[in-house]
């Protein structure tokens, strides 16, 4: 658990950053990224969009692989398998054919947080591969 903001500190120390720079480069406040930085407080959607912008292309899946890790509820680690593979564009879209439904009885929270996951993978097209990490989970689970 806590593996972005791991991650996040180091990328800060690596490349001399403050916590003012980040916060000025994100259109937050120091105070906020501080607490990014303790675990008190979890960065939102739009703000890991506008960070993946700012990071060096070797950083971005990193960082986000982290950020999709630390929301899987404590306990479910083992259902969400995580595998880089280098796969041509148009073996990332999922035929229809292909799509898990959510199951009618998961908890709101989690379908909600699926969801999420979801939006943040197809908003970014080097990360659309973790959209089957979401599948993944519904198809496991048994909820």
Do not use: C
């Amino acid at each position: 658990m806590h593996q972005f903001r791991t991650l996040l500190s180091k990328f800060l120390r690596e490349t001399s950053w403050t916590q003012q720079h980040l916060a000025g480069q994100l259109d937050a406040d120091q105070a906020t990224v501080s607490r990014w930085l303790s675990g008190r407080v979890q960065m939102g959607g739009q703000t890991l969009k506008k960070l993946l912008t700012l990071l060096p292309d070797d950083r971005k899946s990193e960082l986000l692989e982290a950020y999709l890790r630390d929301q899987i509820p404590s306990g479910f680690e083992y259902l969400v398998e995580l595998n880089p593979a280098v796969e041509s564009e148009h073996s990332l879209k999922p035929k229809a054919s292909e799509l898990a439904e959510l199951p009618k009885t998961m908890d709101p929270d989690l379908r909600k947080r699926l969801v999420y996951f979801a939006q943040i993978a197809m908003g970014s097209p080097e990360v659309r591969k973790l959209i089957d990490v979401v599948f993944k989970l519904t198809s496991k689970a048994k909820l």
